[in-house]
């Protein structure tokens, strides 16, 4: 058992106190080997480690399994799936002795043009939240802590480390927050990574509002934050906000300055001390856990297995008009160096040293499968040969089928950079046309991070987006186009037709020094929803080789109030003739008010697993808060009373069941009274609508006689919806002049006086 932290801090130095506030160096916490605090390391994740041999640089990491990337796992709609990878991760991490992965990564996909977004988790705050809080709970369970990252609107590569994301406080707290909030409530991570970014002009490493006011005072975080790799601006500044360790080392520079602004007395040592004890109660925590896990090992070749059987639960079939799944019998024709040389990984910092790379065609030969290959296109850059271009379309047209294997090469797809459009290399494109102009049953099996733009998505029969499914994902291929397995992912984000209609096409990446949110808080399918705009493929979308049938929904009451919960029950049944999985999801569209809302909003979901003819009972629980929006008035969040509606569907646009739900409310929203108050807001609130028509119903024949019939009835509501108070006076006249006190005495009365935000 470790010493106290207290009686640690009593015999610490000033210097010892501040040096703990760095890294030792890249990636390793400092020691204090007088006092028996050791050294924690720490390592790059979140879909395998990237650990650093011993002596090693930066680049020479030892051999580990690289799982499916975010973009991948998340489209499992699967947080049992999250778990899985995690526990193994966390295996990996205790073997080799690292104290914290870093990861998961769930920042807000607001761009399919962000350079990590292969990282990232998905466009909707909610799924990210859930698998993030899963995937830490399986590394955790192994002893071994997580860094959820990158706190917080971290939302593109180009200058992000000085850029700053500027949004309302709405925005940052419905889309770019409650990822993180779920997981630090649910999983309690023993971490927090900031953000290279400003938020509204502050760097994330000083944004006190973030590090201590939400993240402590709110979610009730209890771990330490610690820096992305350079993030740290001013560091007194820093420590002062909460972050706590700086990370690389700074090789003491910025530990003097601590020392430094302690004795100069404009950095109180409570400050220090209470970032020390935070930064000891974890590598403390570490220090007993590895204890007990001597003699831990390593088992590649059964994390490799886990790691092919997770890629075959992540991959999406987006279209299929009866090509799939292949026949064992049928003469088929694999096109694209990507069937060679599958692209598995994001490059950057997460860039794993495999143990073993399975591709496609190796899978298919090692089964005995009736497959040719021919390159067509190399799997690394966009270069078209014309002889191999020519040998693809005459193999395919003589094929039974044809299966083209495309996507991005890591050069149009990493961390540092964005992409610039949402293509696939010239080559690849021209040559699925030309296939697909002499084969049928044209197959497209995509290994991208993000979207793409298909231009012959109607041209070919059937598209599987394997996104980037880690070092098994040849062999989950295999068994997904020959119906050995079913594929069950869904779409974590919207696939829009071209980037032009994306909801930031017009200010995506910004400027270099700022970043403009004018979307708001309809990203992606909020967005398209919101415009009703066509897309390629909407957000949760997936085809399976079964179908299902959604029947006898309910709630368990037609009304919600204040604190209360409704059950929500489907019976989802198999209808088809093999097993697969079906992911429930459940949206909630809110009444039309005067606040403006997406059309839908997932809160829940659900992965199923059912044999042919099965059915079983899917149960959520709907709370006051799944009907909420985040008002800046109040400064808390808030749903109004009124008609909400429950969805419930395949995806966001396959909604075959709605459920009315009424829901009351005591709470309002803030409503300031005088004479420059629209009359509109007064008729919508149920406290001063009553006085208000009373009054107007009193002298409404002598607004009629200054109005006359210049306008419709319905015109008229209108103009009366934006009428300042003070109006009734030039259209009602002295009768109108006479009330007015008395009717401002009476709605005030009505309404308690704003307060402010605590």
């Known amino acids: 058992m470790q010493p106290a932290i207290s009686e640690l801090l009593a015999q610490m130095t000033l210097e010892e106190k501040a040096g703990l506030c760095s890294g030792a160096d890249f990636w390793n916490t400092k020691a204090v080997g007088r006092l028996g605090v050791p050294a924690m390391m720490v390592s790059d994740g ?12 930066v680049n020479d990491s030892i051999t580990a399994v690289c799982f499916p990337a975010g973009c991948a796992a998340a489209a499992s709609f699967d947080p049992a799936l999250l778990r899985r990878e995690g526990e193994a991760i966390g295996a990996e991490a205790r073997a080799v002795g690292v104290g914290v992965v870093l990861g998961p990564a769930v920042n807000i996909k607001r761009s399919p043009l962000c350079g990590r977004n292969f990282e990232y988790y998905s466009e909707d705050p909610c799924l990210a939240g859930e698998l993030a809080a899963a995937y830490i709970e399986g590394v955790q369970s192994q002893g071994v802590g997580t860094s959820i990252k990158h706190f917080a609107a971290n939302s593109q590569e180009y200058r992000r480390m000085s850029s700053s994301s500027n949004m309302s406080e709405r925005t940052l707290r419905e889309i770019y927050l409650p990822a993180f909030e779920t997981a630090v409530r649910r999983a309690a991570p023993w971490t927090v990574m900031c953000s290279y970014n400003r938020i509204n002009g502050t760097y994330a490493s000083e944004n006190k509002m973030l590090l201590t006011d939400i993240l402590r005072g709110e979610w009730g975080f209890e771990g330490f934050v610690m820096s992305d790799w350079g993030a740290v601006a001013d560091r007194v500044r820093g420590l002062e906000a909460g972050l706590e360790l700086e990370m690389p080392g700074c090789g003491g520079v910025n530990d003097q300055k601590i020392v430094a602004a302690v004795r100069a007395g404009t950095l109180d040592e409570k400050v220090l001390d209470k970032a020390v004890a935070r930064i000891l109660n974890i590598v403390l925590r570490h220090a007993d856990l590895a204890g007990a896990a001597v003699g831990a090992e390593l ?19 987006l279209q299929n008009r009866g090509s799939l799944p292949l026949k064992q019998d049928q003469k088929v024709v694999y096109i694209g160096g990507f069937a060679a040389a599958p692209r598995y990984q994001g490059g950057g910092s997460s860039h794993v040293n495999s143990y073993k790379v399975e591709s ?19 799997a690394d850059r966009d270069q078209r040969e014309e002889t191999e271009f020519l040998r693809a379309v005459e193999a395919a047209e003589h094929a039974d089928a044809a299966v083209i294997f495309a996507g991005l090469p890591e050069s ?13 290399p010239d080559a690849q494109n021209n040559l699925i046309a030309r296939v697909a102009a002499v084969q049928k049953n044209t197959v497209v099996v995509l290994h991208t991070g993000s979207p793409v733009e298909c231009p012959w998505a109607e041209e070919v029969s059937a598209i599987l987006c394997m996104y980037l499914g880690g070092e098994g994902v040849g062999r989950a291929t295999d068994a997904l186009l020959y119906g050995e397995a079913d594929p069950c992912g869904r779409l974590p984000e919207t696939w829009p037709l071209r980037l032009e209609d994306t909801p930031c096409y017009l200010d995506y990446p910004g400027d270099g020094r700022t970043a403009y949110y004018r979307e708001g808080v309809f990203v992606g399918y909020r967005w398209y929803d919101a415009r009703k705009m066509p897309v390629r493929w909407p957000f949760g979308h997936g085809l399976s080789y079964t179908g299902f049938v959604y029947k006898s929904a309910s709630l368990s009451a037609g009304e919600l109030t204040d604190g209360g919960s409704v059950d929500v029950t489907v019976t989802v049944r198999n209808s088809g003739a093999r097993f697969g999985r079906e992911v429930v999801q459940l949206y909630i569209a809110p009444p039309e008010n005067a606040v403006p809302r997406p059309p839908k909003e997932l809160r829940h979901f659900a992965k199923v697993a059912l044999q042919p003819g099965e059915e079983t009972t899917v149960t959520f629980t709907v709370t006051d808060r799944d009907l909420c929006y985040f008002d800046e008035e109040l400064g808390d969040w808030f749903a109004e009373p009124g008609e909400y509606k429950v969805l419930l569907g395949h995806s966001s646009r396959n909604i075959p069941t709605v459920l009315p739900l009424h829901y009351t409310t005591a709470r309002r929203r803030p409503l300031t009274v005088d004479e420059n108050t629209p009359i509109g807001d007064l008729l919508r609130d149920d406290r001063t609508a009553p006085i208000v ?30 009428m300042p108070l003070r109006a009734m006076v030039a259209f009602g006249g002295a009768q109108a002049a006479a009330a007015m006190p008395g009717l401002l005495a009476a709605l005030r009365g009505a309404v308690p006086p704003k307060t402010e935000r605590t």
């Open 360 to 378: 496609a065609l190796d899978a298919a030969r090692a089964r005995g499968r009736a497959v040719e290959y021919v390159e067509g296109f190399p």
């Open 693 to 722: 028509r009373s009054v107007m119903a009193s002298f409404s024949s002598q607004m009629g006689e200054n109005g006359g019939d210049a306008v419709s009835a319905e015109a008229g509501m209108q103009m009366m919806d934006g």
């Open 46 to 57: 979140p879909h395998g480690l990237r650990t650093q041999k011993d002596g090693g640089s």
């Open 299 to 317: 088992d590649l070749p059964g994390d490799h297995a886990l790691a092919a059987s997770l890629a075959a639960d992540c991959a999406v079939l």
């Open 412 to 424: 149009f797809e990493s961390e540092g950079f964005d992409r610039r459009h949402m293509h696939l």
